[in-house]
């Protein structure tokens, strides 16, 4: 459990206790959801939680640069060092990605060490990803004989020390292990510890006790802050469980261990409380809801007169769900509202509390994909603010040095001036300087969230359409990720998360502008629409262009050569596409042709832009071509060589123009007449020279017919 300044301060003054009494218990509440990779479409793991605190609560997402024996300090119980856990690691820590809170919540800003505060979630340079924590419960029976322990290793440096220290993920659970032997917990908590080979949840059970499962492929999990979700494990298989030494002797000589009917130890009903209230039975049941694998009222859970889930019946862990969950199906989990069971659901029924409430501070889902070498397998999904409005960002978080500093400020740099514990329209309404990504799904949260009605659905359907767009093109840079040398990679990760930032950025800025002139007209006569969104076609009208960054355009048919006489057309031609994920990415292809000078070098064409070229053909000889495609974001590729050539045309008879002919009768020129070939020779076939031969001929044999008959007659 977090206790901020506020309450740290009340500490002091001995009324710590009235206030946390009278906070409202889901505020401490977290919802954590792994699902096995032979229960998804893309064959991934995905695993994560949504951090629950308060409505308007900042949190930073940055890169820890490795330290030197780096010091972990607490300020968890107080702002004294000392009063909480401290411990210092002897050798280099490694770098890695967090989520953090603001250190002046914490009176920590001047405490180097004490300032690296709940970072939550992350994944270091290995490839160990860390999601913590989740806060669970004891019994009463447990805590009689082990309680907590207040300089015990709890949240405020969990992630950090994991993420710090950890080879691979069973060498963070043996670490971690080691720490709660010796050091002892502060808090009843589950962290997620996993690697690009296995995923394991490691639970504080207590003070000095813990236990660690490995998850299985064919299951998925939804845990709201409940200690006692059952898990039947053989205690002795080192592959599949680890845990203290006592873990089962310390209940057993007690007299409070509990069994399963074979007599296997059921740890975490032995340790566990009975039931952990609601609002957190209620998210239980909207999460097997949600995941296809619903728990039946009267059999599973009982409700009271408002639709509160009040009690569990034997609560399970793990369970198979009814449907193969996509990515987008995976990070949409931590919003469920109850939707799928209009009993369940939270926007129908204001009594309930939801997995996707107004109190989340950041959500992460690692997408843990089997087969690829550490450095690329797990992609951290990481959505600012509350998820219920918010888009999450991929990031190769184990390559990641850097992060863009406008929309990510340091963690000890955020000014906090805008957060509260409470919702505020108002607040909200406010524009905000500089560009944190944070404040600026914070604000469209409040603003959709105390507007459900008029804004919500709508403001929903669009979020989810950028969001798809996103999925759809990390995609495509996987793909030039994987195919990417390792001593690249680094580059491109860092140039990947920029980009992907910069096109959610500026669709959520805008998106908040009109919604605030929204709200600040005071019309909600009729919804609130995003002028971006084509609600008709369920797509917006301008696409997010991330990976459209990275992808050069592909030219599908090249240049041809062309020969061709003197005068006559020459054609050339290119198809191009950009393989983006991007709608409409084609039509925006500029083309520009180049001609090749006797230098060799080439020089662009005026006005030769489009697709296809007619190149002049004036004079004969030949010319070396080619284009280039442009995309829009200014990636150019260049087809082949094409040549032109150009042949002399036909000669024609001196002093004849081409095509003409003499008519033998009239002696008139015709365009259409044929003549005699060249040497004077009929052509065969020429009808009209065959006629003047027969009537030559004919014209010789009257000259010799008269010539004899003269004789004859003398």
Known sequence: MRLPAFAKKAFRGGVVAALVLAMPAPALACTQVYIGKNQTTTGDTYVGRAEDYSPRYCKTFGVQQPIDNPVFRSFENDSVPGTGFEYTYQGRSYRYTYVRDNPDEWDAQDDEAASRVYSEAGTNE??????????????????????LVDTGIGEYNLADYLLSVSSTARDGVEKLGAIVDQYGSQGCNQIVIADNT?????????????????????????????????????????????????????????????????????????????????????????????????????????????????????????????????????????????????????????????????????????????????????????????????????????LLTEVPADYFPAWNTVDGTYTGRKDDVAQALVEKDGKNLDYVFMDINTLAYNNRASMGENVRAYLDVLQKQVIAQQDVVDGLMQATPADQRTDLANKAFAAVSEQVYNKAAKLLDEMRAYVNAGDTSSAFMPSDYDAENGTSRTPIMYASAFVAPSITAQPQSVTCAQGAEAKLSVAATVDDSV??????????????GEDGNFSAIDGATAAEYVAATTEVGSKVYRVEVTSAAGLVSTSDEATVTVT??????????????????????????????????????????????????????????????????N
């Open 583 to 596: 709608d409409g990415s084609d039509a925006q292809l500029t083309y520009q042709w180049f001609v090749k």
């Open 126 to 147: 290995r490839g160990v990803s860390v999601s913590a924590t989740l806060t669970t419960d004891y019994n009463d029976g447990i805590d009689a004989i082990d309680p």
């Open 648 to 713: 002399q045309a036909a000669q024609e008879e001196p002093g004849q123009k081409p095509g003409q002919k003499t008519d033998v009768k009239t002696d008139v020129k015709t365009d259409t007449a044929k003549k005699a070939t060249k040497g004077g020779l009929a052509k065969t076939g020429d009808s009209s020279v065959v006629t003047v031969a027969l009537l030559t001929v004919a014209g010789v044999l009257a000259v010799i017919g008269a010539v004899l008959i003269r004789k004859r007659a």
């Open 198 to 398: 296995e995923t394991w949840i490691f639970a504080q059970l207590s003070g000095h006790q813990w236990i660690a499962v490995k998850m299985g492929d064919d299951v998925a999990s939804v845990n709201p802050n409940i200690g006692g979700l059952q898990y039947k494990v053989d205690l002795d298989d080192a592959s599949q469980c680890l845990h203290s030494a006592d873990v089962v002797t310390l209940p057993e000589s007690n007299g409070v261990l509990v069994t399963y009917d074979d007599g296997t130890p059921n740890i975490f009903k032995t340790y566990g409380k009975e039931n952990s209230g609601s609002s957190q039975n209620t998210r239980l049941a909207q999460g097997r809801a949600y995941f296809g694998a619903a728990l039946a009222p009267q059999t599973d859970y009982t409700v009271d007169e408002q639709g509160r889930v009040t009690s569990l019946i034997d609560p399970q862990l793990t369970f198979t769900p009814g449907i193969k969950s996509d990515t987008f199906t995976a990070l949409r989990s931590l919003a469920a509202r109850g939707e799928q069971d209009d009993s369940l659901n939270a926007n129908l029924n204001s009594a309930l509390y939801a997995i996707g409430n107004n109190r989340t501070t950041e959500s992460n889902i690692f997408q843990i994909r089997s087969g690829l070498s550490s450095d690329i397998a797990t992609i951290q999904w990481e959505a600012l603010s509350r998820c219920e409005f918010s888009v999450y960002l991929p990031s190769y978080s184990a």
